[in-house]
Structure formats: C-alpha cells, structure tokens
C-alpha cells in the first residue's frame, strides 16, 4: 500500500528557519510535490521532485531521497505570510496524487 | 484570468436532496479533478477525467458522479446527500497527466454542509 506522512503542527519565529519533513512508502513512484495552503483558499504549488536531491527555489528548497522514502521541505527567512499549511504529495505508478494530511506552520513574531 | 471557477462557494443542504457543483477552467487544461478535503486527512481524490468525454473513479467515489462533455467544464453531483458528505471539495486541472511537473490549478472551494 501507500503511506505518506508529515507532522500536524509545528511551530517558527519569524526570521527563521524551518523543515517540514516528509515520510512515504510506496510501491510506484512518480515524484513528489508540495502544496502551500493558507486557511480558508485553495492550495498552491510550491515544489516538485523526481530525482533524488536539492531543489531550490527563492526562500523555499525540497529535497528528496527515494532510497529513504523522504522528502523536506525548507523554508528559509521565514515570514509571517509563510503561516500555511504545506502538503506533501506522491505521485504513484498510475500519476495520481496521494496526499498527506498537511502541515500547520504557526509562524510567531 | 480565471483559471478555475467553481460554484457554489458555500452551501447548506438538506440531508436526501440533490446538489451539483460545478467547475469551469479556461486553461484548456486535458485533466480536471475533483477532491475532498477534510479536518485531518489529505485531499482525497473522488473523481477525474484525464481527458473530454472520459471520467474515471478516486479513492471515495461513492455517491458522486461527474461528467466531462467538453473540456471547460467538469460538474460533481451528490444525487442524495447524506451528512457524511460534509467537506470542502476542490476542484483541479493539469496539463498533462503525465506532464514533466503534474503541477495541479485549483479553485478556490465550495464548502457543502449536508443537515
């Protein structure tokens, strides 16, 4: 079967810096994504990885080890704009989407 | 640009009546998606169509249906809505479901109270 999972909550200081980790298992892969969701609107892209390694991108970076079933995302000068909830998702044999239940980040002054 | 419209954005509904939500896109996006999103739990997949006049079922299908007459538009109806039905549904569109990134547009929700 499929698992993927990441903590509830977790909690930041602005200025920071933060990991979201990621944990999956899976019989096919196809790549994993991340989503930012802020309270109340609709998720939004933020990453994708296939290949084992370091993405960056601005403040955010993903990075991904297959071989570990792992995958975090980094988020780096935090802002309070960047209070969301991240999801992780993996992209299975068939190239559908099985999510995570999402991370909360309270970001505080 | 629009991107994916979805109405309504919030309704409530009486428990055995029928309700149809409905998603348009103007991205001339192959594949669309609908999901539902719970306290708790991930975004579960309930119906897709990877391209006009093909639907296909998600991990919770059961009393939904959909259908894709062209590629602009993908409605969901609940054909007698019980209170488990409950939820934020989203809809999605994507370029390809095999594209390089598989990255997912979304609307912005419509949050259904059955009662």
């Known amino acids: 079967g499929q698992n993927i999972d990441q903590p509830t909550e977790m909690t930041a200081t602005e200025g920071a810096i933060v990991q979201i980790n990621c944990t999956y298992q899976t019989s096919g892969f196809n790549g994993l994504f991340w989503y930012q969701q802020h309270a109340g609107e609709a998720p939004t892209f933020l990453s994708y990885?296939?290949l084992d390694g370091l993405e960056e991108k601005g403040r955010f970076s993903s990075f991904l080890s297959r071989s570990k079933g792992y995958s975090y995302l980094l988020l780096k000068e935090l802002q309070m704009k960047d209070s969301a909830s991240y999801l992780c998702a993996l992209m299975d044999s068939n190239y559908q989407l099985i999510w995570g239940a999402g991370t909360k980040l309270i970001i505080k002054p | 640009i629009a991107g994916i419209t979805q109405a309504p954005t919030s309704q409530i509904l009486a428990a055995g009546r029928r309700m149809t939500l409905r998603c348009t896109q103007d991205m001339r996006h192959n594949a669309m998606y609908w999901y539902r999103q719970d306290l708790g739990l991930g975004l579960r997949l309930i119906h897709y169509s990877n391209t006009a006049g093909t639907t296909g079922k998600g991990e919770v299908p059961d009393g939904y249906s959909v259908s894709r007459a062209n590629t602009d538009d993908f409605p969901l109806t609940l054909a007698s809505a019980v209170p488990s039905q409950t939820s934020v549904y989203f809809c999605?569109?994507?370029?390809?479901?095999?594209?390089?990134?598989?990255?997912?547009?979304f609307g912005e929700g419509s949050r259904l109270t059955v009662l």
């Open positions: 990885n296939v």
């Open positions: 999605a569109s994507s370029d390809s479901i095999q594209g390089d990134t598989g990255e997912l547009f």
